[in-house]
């Protein structure tokens, strides 16, 4: 059992959570919520990562990370190091990788509120803030669990884009997805058996837990 | 604990998207209706007045407090407006209980004090023992009073509603019309109610302004609009029927209506016409008055016409009848109870005989043309 990949791989996907989750609500909301002329097609490119194949995205990503592309290079000069093969690197994939399943439910339930009910919390004296955090994000809850579980989920099992772009350097970016193939290509069934049942295990502990939390509300729509 | 102000003033303006004509004030401690049909911008004015949309133009004040000034560049948010708002759908917070959605509205207040004062708040809408329930939880009339409590909680300076009672059956409605009706009498601002029932504005409003397409029309009480409609367009949103064409005639210095072959004694408007001029003219339902078939032969009526009964519509306590006019050919309609119809044996295609009352006729002030024809139509 490779405890660093498994190590790796929760690290990415609980980091991958906490960054997409502002996102995620900021990004939902405001989709829901305004209507401007290049919806559309924001909407298209959040959705990309779902369709492409992962190696082609990977791809990109790891083109883009290079030194001599744009974005490699700003980081280069931002931060002193390069994006490829390090843990900095997969994880900015994996946040691109998982925007659409953070991205949509968040903004499927905030269209799902009615509009009257939060003029009916400006009309009661709240402020825009206090109308997100006391009606709106109760509301939309289920959402956000949804697309916490999904990246989750998601991270745990990606597998083509985090190759191309970190390899599978040990204690960096092998994660267990990774590890598990590296297993298999040694004719090592055993250790890529009892890493896959440790996978296995663990998505269907955080689903479960995740979908328990969801599910526990006293209260429903009118 | 019960909130009072003062008048509210509304004037706004705009040629669109959703056109808006309109100019009333409602003083605080009465009950404007706003009616008329769906689309005619009845929603729309509330959100205005609620700070919920920006008109293009115009001023809106409640007591001493401007609230949207364009000339001034004012405009206040709907959090500083103060207003309660009873939304169509009641927009009650589907997560929240009773007591917390009551308890938002509490925002004025120190912590400690919140939940007693929604407590009391849903104790005085006869929710008692209810503050636990989520919306879901509650009847139609239970989230209705629910809506009422929180938008009375904020201690606003105007109560807004909309459609309060659309979503309940008629039995929950006339109950609670009543306690609107007795709420009222305890509560000292300016309550606008919108309503497309014509018969819950007249029972429950002290004046009614007339809507359409975002114009206000006319405003006054239940009886001036009824006897007096300001244009042949308020009367037909009234649903008022007898509108006819005219002539004003002069003989030996008498002044009269000429209606067909006929000629009707008028007791006012008639001297600011001249002689031969059309006139659009109007005679309400309560100013229609129907003889009994066994005096027919009595000595001179008032305005006496007769003519054939061509419709008659059985509608519980109140018979609708539809009269062919001789001479004339043209249909008066009107109400009568139903036990008067059967005591006079009234039934289709019989006789009657008629009185259209002086008093009661009213001449239109004059309209464009094209406007006239087409709500004579």
């Given at each position: 059992?490779?405890?660093?990949?498994?190590?790796?791989?929760?690290?990415?996907?609980?980091?991958?959570?906490?960054?997409?989750?502002?996102v995620?609500?900021?990004v939902?909301?405001t989709l829901?919520?305004?209507?401007f002329?290049g919806k559309p097609l924001c909407e298209a490119l959040i959705a990309l990562p779902l369709v492409m194949?992962?190696?082609?995205l990977?791809?990109y990503?790891?083109?883009?990370?290079?030194?001599?592309?744009?974005?490699?290079?700003?980081?280069?000069?931002?931060?002193?190091?390069?994006?490829?093969?390090?843990?900095?690197?997969?994880?900015?994939?994996?946040l691109v990788a998982?925007l659409p399943?953070a991205v949509q439910?968040?903004q499927?339930?905030?269209?799902?509120?009615?509009?009257?009910?939060?003029?009916?919390?400006?009309?009661?004296?709240?402020?825009?803030?206090?109308?997100?955090?006391?009606?709106?994000?109760?509301?939309?809850?289920?959402?956000?669990?949804?697309?916490?579980?999904?990246?989750?989920?998601?991270?745990?099992?990606?597998?083509?884009?985090?190759?191309?772009?970190?390899?599978?350097?040990?204690?960096?970016?092998?994660?267990?997805?990774?590890?598990?193939?590296?297993?298999?290509?040694?004719?090592?069934?055993?250790?890529?058996?009892?890493?896959?049942?440790?996978?296995?295990?663990?998505?269907?502990?955080?689903?479960?837990?995740?979908?328990?939390?969801?599910?526990?509300?006293?209260?429903?729509?009118? | 604990?019960?909130?009072?102000?003062?008048?509210?003033?509304?004037?706004?303006?705009?040629?669109?998207?959703?056109?808006?004509?309109?100019?009333?004030?409602?003083?605080?401690?009465?009950?404007?209706?706003?009616?008329?049909?769906?689309?005619?911008?009845?929603?729309?004015?509330?959100?205005?007045?609620?700070?919920?949309?920006?008109?293009?133009?115009?001023?809106?004040?409640?007591?001493?407090?401007?609230?949207?000034?364009?000339?001034?560049?004012?405009?206040?948010?709907?959090?500083?407006?103060?207003?309660?708002?009873?939304?169509?759908?009641?927009?009650?917070?589907?997560?929240?209980?009773?007591?917390?959605?009551?308890?938002?509205?509490?925002?004025?207040?120190?912590?400690?004090?919140?939940?007693?004062?929604?407590?009391?708040?849903?104790?005085?809408?006869?929710?008692?023992?209810?503050?636990?329930?989520?919306?879901?939880?509650?009847?139609?009339?239970?989230?209705?009073?629910?809506?009422?409590?929180?938008?009375?909680?904020?201690?606003?300076?105007?109560?807004?509603?909309?459609?309060?009672?659309?979503?309940?059956?008629?039995?929950?409605?006339?109950?609670?019309?009543?306690?609107?009706?007795?709420?009222?009498?305890?509560?000292?601002?300016?309550?606008?109610?919108?309503?497309?029932?014509?018969?819950?504005?007249?029972?429950?409003?002290?004046?009614?302004?007339?809507?359409?397409?975002?114009?206000?029309?006319?405003?006054?009480?239940?009886?001036?609009?009824?006897?007096?409609?300001?244009?042949?367009?308020?009367?037909?949103?009234?649903?008022?029927?007898?509108?006819?064409?005219?002539?004003?005639?002069?003989?030996?210095?008498?002044?009269?209506?000429?209606?067909?072959?006929?000629?009707?004694?008028?007791?006012?408007?008639?001297?600011?016409?001249?002689?031969?001029?059309?006139?659009?003219?109007?005679?309400?339902?309560?100013?229609?008055?129907?003889?009994?078939?066994?005096?027919?032969?009595?000595?001179?009526?008032?305005?006496?016409?007769?003519?054939?009964?061509?419709?008659?519509?059985?509608?519980?306590?109140?018979?609708?009848?539809?009269?062919?006019?001789?001479?004339?050919?043209?249909?008066?309609?009107?109400?009568?109870?139903?036990?008067?119809?059967?005591?006079?044996?009234?039934?289709?295609?019989?006789?009657?005989?008629?009185?259209?009352?002086?008093?009661?006729?009213?001449?239109?002030?004059?309209?464009?043309?094209?406007?006239?024809?087409?709500?004579?139509?």
């Open positions: 059992m490779d405890w660093t990949a498994l190590s790796v791989s929760l690290q990415l996907a609980v980091l991958t959570c906490l960054f997409l989750l502002p995620g609500l900021w939902g909301r829901a919520h305004t209507h002329r194949p992962p190696t082609v990977g791809f990503l790891m083109i883009s990370f290079g030194r001599d592309a744009p974005f490699g290079a700003f980081w280069h000069r931002l931060t002193g190091e390069g994006l490829n093969f390090t843990f900095t690197g997969i994880l900015l994939a994996s998982n399943f439910p968040i499927r339930a905030f269209e799902g509120i009615p509009a009257n009910l939060r003029e009916a919390a400006w009309c009661s004296g709240l402020s825009p803030w206090q109308t997100f955090l006391r009606i709106e994000l109760p509301l939309v809850w289920p959402g956000v669990i949804s697309a916490l579980a999904l990246t989750f989920a998601h991270t745990l099992g990606e597998f083509g884009v985090i190759l191309m772009v970190g390899g599978a350097i040990d204690g960096e970016t092998r994660t267990l997805a990774i590890a598990i193939y590296d297993r298999v290509q040694a004719f090592d069934e055993r250790g890529a058996g009892i890493m896959s049942a440790m996978l296995l295990l663990v998505s269907f502990l955080t689903i479960g837990v995740v979908y328990g939390l969801a599910g526990r509300r006293r209260w429903r729509r009118v | 604990m019960l909130p009072t102000s003062g008048r509210l003033e509304v004037a706004v303006h705009q040629a669109g998207p959703i056109p808006l004509d309109a100019d009333f004030h409602c003083e605080a401690g009465e009950l404007l209706a706003l009616v008329g049909p769906s689309g005619s911008g009845k929603t729309t004015l509330l959100r205005v007045i609620a700070g919920l949309m920006k008109p293009r133009t115009g001023r809106i004040a409640c007591g001493e407090e401007v609230w949207f000034d364009d000339t001034a560049g004012f405009d206040r948010r709907p959090q500083q407006r103060r207003v309660g708002m009873v939304f169509q759908d009641y927009a009650l917070f589907p997560h929240l209980t009773a007591r917390d959605n009551v308890r938002v509205a509490l925002g004025h207040l120190e912590a400690s004090q919140r939940n007693e004062r929604a407590e009391r708040w849903l104790d005085r809408m006869h929710l008692q023992g209810l503050g636990n329930r989520y919306p879901s939880q509650l009847s139609g009339g239970q989230r209705q009073r629910v809506a009422l409590a929180r938008a009375l909680a904020r201690e606003p300076k105007a109560l807004l509603l909309d459609e309060p009672f659309s979503a309940v059956d008629q039995v929950t409605r006339r109950r609670l019309q009543r306690e609107l009706a007795r709420l009222r009498e305890q509560i000292r601002i300016p309550i606008l109610l919108v309503t497309h029932d014509l018969d819950e504005a007249v029972a429950l409003a002290d004046r009614l302004c007339v809507l359409q397409g975002g114009s206000s029309l006319q405003m006054g009480d239940a009886d001036t609009l009824f006897r007096h409609p300001a244009s042949a367009e308020v009367a037909r949103l009234l649903d008022r029927h007898n509108l006819f064409e005219g002539r004003m005639v002069e003989s030996r210095g008498e002044r009269r209506l000429q209606w067909g072959s006929l000629t009707l004694d008028v007791a006012q408007g008639l001297e600011r016409l001249t002689p031969g001029e059309a006139v659009t003219w109007y005679v309400p339902d309560s100013d229609v008055v129907l003889h009994r078939a066994e005096r027919s032969s009595c000595g001179p009526r008032e305005n006496s016409v007769s003519g054939r009964i061509s419709e008659m519509v059985i509608m519980g306590g109140t018979t609708s009848l539809a009269v062919v006019i001789d001479h004339v050919d043209e249909t008066l309609r009107f109400d009568v109870s139903t036990h008067a119809a059967r005591r006079g044996g009234l039934m289709r295609g019989g006789w009657v005989q008629l009185s259209l009352l002086a008093s009661g006729i009213h001449l239109l002030p004059k309209e464009s043309k094209e406007r006239q024809d087409e709500y004579l139509r």
